[in-house]
């Protein structure tokens, strides 16, 4: 089953290059087009594609406020969000993240960079670019925007010891195969307890659980961490 894909840019010739790009891929195909942050969420309602490769800056309604949309509507739960911009700026990376975005890349990556993007965004998997770094999230996190608070800490204690240590470990930036090593653990039962995690506290991708695990003090960011 191929992976559906849903292009929101202004610019067409970028979308037309972005079509001909994923199109040529077997387990890919783009369902649809939009030119701004309104069309899309009307073409994501329409074609329930499986993930929108979002452009920020768009003319009307723009690229955050589109993602805020879809990532908050319960019917469009199986669509993920990857944003692709020019300006992969610090405050643009909160912003996403708040919007319920699962990844978060610059416009200057390679087509396979791409590609490897969207099928790690399919898979429920977080993205970030070297230049969106943990340090990013670290930052963003220590002072969530008022009534960003996902998971009250309380709703921790549905969780296992293990899966409570799982997901304290995916929230500093590991990834399952480094957990799995950390824990003497097989990357399998890692992912497991990630996805047990994610089910018990309704979180849409892993990074939505990693924000939860910070607003909900599991893993405390600290300014010592920022430089890391």
């Given at each position: 089953m191929?992976?559906?894909?849903l292009?929101?840019?202004?610019?067409?010739?970028?979308?037309?290059?972005?079509?001909?790009?994923i199109?040529?891929?077997?387990?890919m195909?783009?369902?649809?087009e939009?030119s701004?942050?309104?069309?899309a969420?009307e073409?994501?309602r329409?074609?329930r594609?499986?993930?929108v490769?979002?452009?920020i800056?768009?003319?009307?309604?723009d690229g955050?406020?589109?993602t805020?949309?879809?990532?908050?509507d319960?019917?469009?739960?199986?669509?993920?969000?990857l944003?692709?911009?020019?300006?992969?700026?610090?405050d643009?990376v909160a912003?996403?993240l708040?919007a319920?975005?699962?990844?978060?890349?610059?416009?200057?990556?390679?087509?396979?960079?791409?590609?490897?993007?969207?099928?790690t965004?399919?898979?429920?998997?977080?993205?970030?670019s070297?230049?969106?770094?943990?340090s990013?999230?670290?930052?963003?996190?220590m002072?969530?925007?008022?009534?960003?608070?996902?998971?009250p800490p309380?709703?921790?204690a549905?969780?296992?010891?293990?899966?409570?240590?799982?997901?304290a470990?995916?929230?500093?930036?590991?990834?399952?195969?480094?957990i799995a090593e950390?824990?003497?653990?097989?990357?399998?039962?890692?992912?497991?307890h990630?996805?047990r995690?994610?089910?018990?506290l309704?979180?849409r991708d892993?990074?939505?659980l990693?924000?939860?695990?910070?607003?909900?003090?599991?893993?405390?960011?600290?300014?010592?961490?920022l430089?890391?």
């Amino acid at each position: 089953m191929s992976i559906k894909v849903l292009l929101a840019d202004d610019q067409a010739l970028l979308r037309a290059t972005f079509r001909i790009l994923i199109d040529s891929c077997e387990d890919m195909e783009v369902v649809g087009e939009a030119s701004d942050g309104k069309e899309a969420v009307e073409q994501v309602r329409a074609h329930r594609p499986d993930i929108v490769l979002m452009d920020i800056r768009m003319p009307g309604t723009d690229g955050l406020t589109a993602t805020s949309a879809i990532c908050a509507d319960p019917e469009l739960s199986g669509t993920r969000v990857l944003i692709l911009t020019t300006f992969e700026t610090e405050d643009y990376v909160a912003q996403a993240l708040r919007a319920g975005a699962s990844g978060f890349l610059g416009k200057d990556v390679t087509a396979e960079t791409l590609l490897a993007g969207l099928r790690t965004v399919a898979s429920g998997e977080a993205l970030l670019s070297p230049n969106a770094t943990r340090s990013l999230i670290t930052r963003f996190l220590m002072a969530p925007a008022p009534g960003t608070l996902l998971a009250p800490p309380e709703r921790l204690a549905d969780l296992t010891v293990r899966e409570r240590e799982v997901m304290a470990l995916a929230a500093e930036g590991r990834s399952n195969t480094e957990i799995a090593e950390d824990l003497t653990l097989s990357p399998l039962t890692v992912r497991t307890h990630i996805h047990r995690a994610m089910t018990k506290l309704a979180a849409r991708d892993r990074a939505q659980l990693v924000v939860i695990a910070y607003q909900s003090g599991l893993v405390r960011a600290t300014p010592q961490g920022l430089g890391h």
